[in-house]
Nanobody
Framework: QVQLVESGGGLVQAGDSLRLSCAASGRTFSNYAMGWFRQAPGKEREFVAAISGSGSVRYYADSVKGRFTISRDNAKNMVYLQMNSLKPEDTADYYC?????????????????????WGKGTLLTVSS
């Protein structure tokens, strides 16, 4: 049974930085790509970032490129999302996502259909 548990959400002001963390368990972590998605109230869940199993390949949504950085620590079974220059439009529930293979492209190209496992989410609120 794969489990993904997010942490690190909260209330911040515009321009602040925050790091989300996701702890994974239940399978060989380095064999699988990981990602982050978000869902704002009344909107569909959308892709934010993905990282390959080795950590060498990363993809980002255009809306966060240059501000967010996805990383992973395979020794600790952790994936992170460093978020800088936060904007009110970044307000959403953020979900950790586990892919079905090592390549991040599947998550990037197929969005939610490319995800095999989901965390329960952590809420980020950015005030103006």
């Amino acid at each position: 049974q794969v489990q993904l548990v997010e942490s690190g959400g909260g209330l911040v002001q515009a321009g602040d930085s925050l790091r989300l963390s996701c702890a994974a368990s239940g399978r060989t972590f380095s064999n699988y790509a990981m990602g982050w998605f978000r869902q704002a109230p009344g909107k569909e869940r959308e892709f934010v970032a993905a990282i390959s199993g080795s950590g060498s390949v990363r993809y980002y949504a255009d809306s966060v490129k240059g501000r967010f950085t996805i990383s992973r620590d395979n020794a600790k079974n952790m994936v992170y999302l460093q978020m800088n220059s936060l904007k009110p439009e970044d307000t959403a529930d953020y979900y950790c996502a586990g892919g079905g293979d090592t390549t991040a492209w599947r998550i990037k190209s197929q969005s939610t259909k490319g995800v095999d496992y989901w965390g329960k989410g952590t809420l980020l609120t950015v005030s103006s």
